[in-house]
């Protein structure tokens, strides 16, 4: 199995940044795809940015191109999201989520979700 725990959420002021960490273990990084999806208050949750085990594929949503960047360090079995120019509708849980074989938009094709880690943007 795989367990995947998210950290690096907490508050920050708009413009602001944060790097949110993921870390896997229980079983081999190899071949899995990851992604980071967010889900605000009173909003479905939706996907955010996903990488490729490579990394040689990354995937953004549209509100967080030229912001986010998706990036991972398979030596140490974690996936980053670094969020600059933060702004209060990124205010949202971030949760990461793994696959095997390559990575998709959809989160119902993701076997592997962490909890979620809290990511407040003040104005």
């Known amino acids: 199995q795989v367990q995947l725990v998210e950290s690096g959420g907490g508050l920050v002021q708009a413009g602001g940044s944060l790097r949110l960490s993921c870390a896997a273990s229980?079983?081999?990084?190899?071949?899995?795809?990851m992604a980071w999806f967010r889900q605000a208050p009173g909003k479905e949750r939706e996907f955010v940015a996903a990488i490729s085990w490579s990394a040689g594929s990354t995937y953004y949503a549209d509100s967080v191109k030229g912001r986010f960047t998706i990036s991972r360090d398979n030596a140490e079995n974690t996936v980053y999201l670094q969020m600059n120019s933060l702004k209060p509708e990124d205010t949202a849980v971030y949760s990461c989520?793994?696959?095997?074989?390559?990575?998709?938009?959809?989160?119902?094709?993701?076997?592997?979700w962490g909890q979620g880690t809290q990511v407040t943007v003040s104005s």
């Open positions: 989520a793994a696959k095997a074989g390559p990575p998709g938009f959809s989160q119902v094709l993701y076997d592997y």
């Open positions: 229980g079983r081999t990084f190899s071949n899995y795809g």
